[in-house]
């Protein structure tokens, strides 16, 4: 029957809607540890463009500190522009899949926490460069030349991921999605704890301050739901999470640590170029973790994911570039990807 024949003539109540479908009217009660993440994401809503931007004077720097800096936020945001529709797509699976009321409300916030930090990287390339462009403006140096083809570089890899997302995204179950999401988070917290530590403007101190206790708040989020649902997981799943791992590391090493050659396109001279920047930037009082600093940082990352799965048994798999042991995955594809920060 299709939904234009009228039937309400014919009988006292409707037919069943078939579920389930993405339209739930009713809220499912639960897991009451993701209240309070709830009633703290509510409280520490946040705006960027509330934060001290007038205390900034880019004319402060010279024009190689601003590109070398302007580059780094580019580069962040080729990793930031992707969780709003990641995460957006994620909610609109937890209504599809009627999940409890609270978990759609702390999607919801995860959705809306990634938008601001994706807006955040808009103003500070803005601040730094003048742009709202930062692949199309027309740099002042000969490194911010050569940084811009390293975006451009950078963005060619992100778009690829983002079309396997896409496809993708319906064959996963939620639980497999929080792996992944859950790397992301533990990464991205440590990272920007440290930024807030280690630059020496105010609005980009606040700013990374406020960016790390949302990561934090999203950890809680993937960690509450992964307690859920991961004794109950099947195998196939769990070699799923396994695998999702590997590429969610040769993925995010891009931004948190150095892209793995094999598994990024990028032209030779891009490490060489984007090592140099992040030293000019480091002196302007940016603190970007140097190589070793990364390393570290990224392997302690590393090591507490694994931590969480191996509670529930699932294997870890080996990333030899940071000394973890572990199952050998090698058939990670481009199109395995979810693109998580
Ligand atoms: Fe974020
Ligand atoms: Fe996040």
Redesign the pocket.
């Given at each position: 029957m299709t939904h234009r024949e009228k039937i309400a003539h014919l009988q006292e109540f409707p037919p069943e809607t078939t579920q389930p479908n993405i339209y739930p009217l009713s809220w499912p009660a639960g897991m009451p540890k993701m209240e309070e993440i709830w009633a703290s994401a509510q409280r520490e809503q946040w705006d960027p463009a509330g934060l001290p931007w007038s205390s900034f004077r880019a004319d402060k720097y010279t024009w190689e500190q601003r590109e070398a800096v302007g580059y780094w936020w580019t580069l962040l945001s080729a990793f930031d522009a992707s969780?709003p529709p990641v995460f957006a797509s994620a909610f609109v699976k937890t209504y599809e899949q009627h999940e409890d009321d609270v978990v759609r409300r702390c999607f919801f916030s995860?959705t809306r926490?990634?938008h601001v930090h994706e807006q955040v990287c808009k103003l500070a390339i803005q601040a730094w460069l003048g742009t709202s462009d930062p692949l199309a403006y027309e740099p002042k140096t000969e490194l911010g030349r050569r940084l811009q083809k390293n975006a451009r570089w950078l963005f060619y890899n992100g778009g690829r991921y983002w079309e396997g997302y896409t496809h993708a995204l319906p064959d996963y179950d939620l639980a497999v999605l929080f792996s992944s999401f859950l790397m992301?988070?533990i990464a991205?917290a440590t990272i920007f704890h440290q930024l807030a530590a280690r630059c020496v403007e105010p609005v980009f101190q606040e700013a990374f301050r406020k960016i790390g206790r949302?990561?934090g708040r999203?950890m809680g989020i993937c960690l509450a739901l992964m307690e859920r649902d991961y004794p109950k997981l099947d195998h196939a799943d769990r070699k799923l999470i396994t695998k999702q791992i590997r590429a969610g590391y040769l993925y995010l090493s891009a931004v948190l640590f150095e892209p793995s050659p094999d598994f990024w396109d990028l032209p030779e001279d891009f490490i060489a170029t984007q090592r140099e920047a992040e030293e000019i930037a480091r002196k302007a009082g940016f603190g970007v973790p140097d190589y070793e600093a990364k390393k570290q940082n990224w392997r302690r990352a590393m090591l507490n994911l694994k931590g969480v799965l191996d509670r529930y048994g699932i294997p870890f798999p080996a990333i030899p570039e940071v000394d973890i042991t572990g199952e050998e995955v090698t058939d990670v594809d481009i199109r395995d990807i979810v693109p998580v920060?």
């Open positions: 969780a995860v926490d990634e992301g988070e991205a949302d990561e999203h920060f």
